[in-house]
């Protein structure tokens, strides 16, 4: 909290003005970082084809893949998990079980439209994250440079978003 504090420019008392709790801050943290890997849709964008809703909602905005502070908060969190589970708890709200969330709201309009017939989506919306993201533990130790890392995922995202379509997205 100091540490956070001093980057912020303010004292410890001051900063716990704005946040109750360690977990109210890391909250809005994570809820911070989730914007840096993902982009919810616009009004505009809720018509187009789901392949498309896929691709603008899991596709980092800008300069998503050169911020090395998720990598580093993530890090932490797995550190500090068994000490301060809420902290984790938190991570996961905010962050995977939010973006499943997002990717299950897409799946329910396209099955609602008659686009898709996906039974569970979400366990659909689960899978479809996992799809995309890099395993964790590979992400976590193999450092690559920025413009490699958002290559590599886009065309990671691209493959994800064919295979699950074709696969459990069975067309109508």
């Not at 801050?25 to 187009?48: C, G, K, V």
């Not at 902290?87 to 905010?94: G, I, K, R, S, W």
């Not at 994250?129 to 290559?151: I, K, N, T, Y």
């Amino acid at each position: 909290m100091e540490a956070i504090a001093q980057e912020a420019g303010m004292s410890k008392r001051t900063l716990y003005e704005f946040f109750a709790s360690r977990a109210e801050l890391f909250a809005s943290i994570f809820r911070r970082m989730r914007q840096t890997i993902t982009r919810p849709l616009t009004e505009d964008q809720i018509d187009r084809p789901l392949a498309e809703r896929l691709w603008h909602l899991l596709s980092p905005p800008g300069d998503g893949f050169s911020n090395l502070l998720p990598l580093v908060i993530l890090r932490a969190v797995i550190t500090e998990a068994e000490r301060q589970p809420e902290l984790a708890n938190e991570f996961l709200q905010e962050g995977p079980y939010a973006l499943y969330d997002m990717i299950r709201v897409e799946l329910d309009r396209s099955v609602d439209r008659g686009e898709i017939r996906i039974a569970d989506t979400e366990a659909a919306a689960r899978l479809m994250s996992d799809m995309a993201h890099q395993g964790l533990l590979e992400h976590l130790v193999v450092l690559q440079p920025p413009c490699q890392r958002l290559e590599a995922y886009n065309r990671r995202l691209e493959l994800a978003i064919r295979v699950f379509l074709g696969g459990i997205g069975e067309p109508e």
